[in-house]
């Protein structure tokens, strides 16, 4: 697990706890406020581990991006 998916996971979890803490305390509308925050929260946490799997190769021509040199004429 990397740096980025360790801070995506406990944004989760942080939010997580705080709908059920605000829920607890008869905060309703601010429960579910943290619950959207949660789950878009998660769903970012999922586009990054799915975007983690993806492996692509690097072109057999590919030089970082860099030009041919073209002719200069006077």
């Known amino acids: 697990m990397d740096k980025r ?3 995506l996971r406990q944004k989760v979890a942080d939010l997580k706890t705080k709908a059920e803490e605000c829920n607890n305390s ?3 509308e601010e429960a579910k406020a943290k619950i ?3 789950k878009n929260a998660k ?4 586009n990054y ?3 983690m799997q ?3 190769s ?3 021509n590919s030089q970082a991006g860099i030009l ?4 200069v004429q006077n």
């Open 5 to 7: 998916e360790q801070e």
């Open 68 to 71: 041919p040199p073209s002719s």
């Open 36 to 38: 959207e925050e949660a």
């Open 43 to 46: 769903n970012e946490l999922d």
């Open 26 to 28: 008869g905060k309703y």
């Open 49 to 51: 581990l799915a975007m």
């Open 58 to 60: 690097e072109p057999v």
């Open 54 to 56: 993806i492996q692509v």
